[in-house]
Every structure is written in C-alpha cells, then in structure tokens.
C-alpha cells in the first residue's frame, strides 16, 4: 500500500510538548518554536486542513510525576494542564504571523480556551481556522497520542501525522542499534507481529479499529511537516491492513 499525497485534504499533527523546548529540554525555544510555525504556515498554504494535538513534556509528564509518588490522577491532570498551556503558546505564535488558529480544551476553562466538541472543531476548520486541541482526552490514563487518534477520528481527518526525533518507523530503536533499518510503509499487523514502536497501544489500537493511517516523520528537521505530506519517501506510513 503506498502513500497517496492527493486524498490528504485534512490532517491531525501529533507533536510532541518537547520540541518546544528545542535543545533546552525543558519550557520554549523561541527560534524552535518560530521554526515549527513557520514549517506549519507551509501547510496550510497547501491549502491543507490543519488540527494539532501537542503533548506537555517539555513541562510536565503525568507518568513521572506518577513515578515520583504522584496518584496518577492528580499526576495526570497536571499533564493536561502543561498541554493547554503549550497549545497557548502556539497558537500566539500563530497569531504574530496573522494566522487564524482556535484553541479547544477537553476540559472546560473558558477564561483561556473554548471547550472542545467535534462540531465546534470542524465548523473552524471549515472556516480555515488550524486548531490545537489540548488537555488530551479530559481523562487521566490516556496519553497525548490516544487524544490525537480519537481527534483525527471525530474530526474525519485523512491521516494522523506524528512528529518525533527520529526519520520514522525502524525495525529497532536506531539510537541504539546501528542495524536499525528505516521502514517506508508497514501495515497494522506488521506494526503488532514485530513490536515495532509507532505510538501506544491504546492509540494505536483506536488507529486500527477505525482504519485511520499514521504517519510518522522527523520534526526536527526543517520543511519535513510539508514534505511529510507531499512526499511518500519521507517518514513512515502505516496503513489499515485492509485498506
């Protein structure tokens, strides 16, 4: 099954609270962050329909703060709150470059953000406005990347597209293991059979069940977000097994 750039109309980017802190490792980079706009603005000049997911990392992760002695409930939270202020940051980013972005929560504060619905979220994106839906699932136990598929499904996005560190899919991690070799396409099944680290579990699960495909590209590397899109050779697709 190969990577068809011409059904991509409308995308869900799944990136990571990290890359906002570029090489500090903790908070925001201010050229990473302009970077990442401005690789964002590309997209949308495609004429492209935008929706973003981010994670909290760069602020707080609810799994450590579990670890540290945290009840995972309050730990979690917590993580919701650090995406909500990420998705802030972001869309002022957008908006210094006069580009029209809606930030929706999945927990109700109206004093920063409008409360998150598909219909509402569609009626932007329609209306050409890039959305940034936080807070996750506005329920602990679920990860940023469990929100993100759910998003993509309520909203009739075409693809999930995931932002990491790395060029995409490897048969292993390529951080530790020189023989890693980099996938350009694997279905869902090849995904489970090899163990092959695309998302977790649960997410990838909810991808499967509703045919969504992901797609998986190096964020760190400039222009990749629009060449994610429009190039197959660039990230890893996975794709429904039937599809």
């Known amino acids: 099954m190969y990577y068809k750039p011409e059904k ?35 997209v949308k000049r495609l004429g492209v329909s935008i929706a973003i997911v981010l994670g909290g990392g760069n602020i707080f992760r609810g799994i450590n703060g579990s670890n540290a002695g945290m009840r995972r409930v309050i730990a979690d939270s917590i993580g919701m709150l650090a995406t909500v202020q990420n998705s802030l940051v972001l869309s002022e980013y957008l908006h210094q470059h006069n580009i029209n972005s809606e930030v929706y929560s999945a927990v109700q504060m109206d004093r920063f953000t409008k409360f998150y619905t598909p219909l509402r979220a569609k009626t932007s994106l329609k209306e050409g406005r890039i959305c940034i839906i936080c807070a996750g699932t506005g ?12 998003r993509a499904v309520e909203l009739d996005a075409d693809i999930v597209i995931k932002g990491t560190k790395v060029d995409g899919v490897y048969t292993s991690d390529p951080e530790k293991d020189p023989e890693a070799e980099f996938l350009e396409a694997v279905d869902f099944d090849e995904v489970l059979s090899k163990k092959l680290n695309v998302m977790d579990m649960t997410a990838f699960s909810l ?3 509703n045919n969504m495909p992901v797609k998986v590209f190096n964020v760190l590397k400039k222009g990749n977000f629009e060449k994610a899109i429009l190039n197959k050779d660039v990230g890893t697709y996975v794709y429904p097994t039937q599809s």
């Open 139 to 150: 329920n602990p136990y679920f990860t940023t990347d469990t929100a993100a598929v759910l």
């Open 8 to 42: 991509v109309h409308r995308v869900l980017f799944k990136l990571s609270g990290e890359v906002l802190s570029g090489s500090k490792g903790f908070g925001y980079d201010d050229e990473t962050i302009k970077s990442i706009v401005d690789d964002i603005i590309a």
């Open 207 to 209: 991808a499967r069940d």
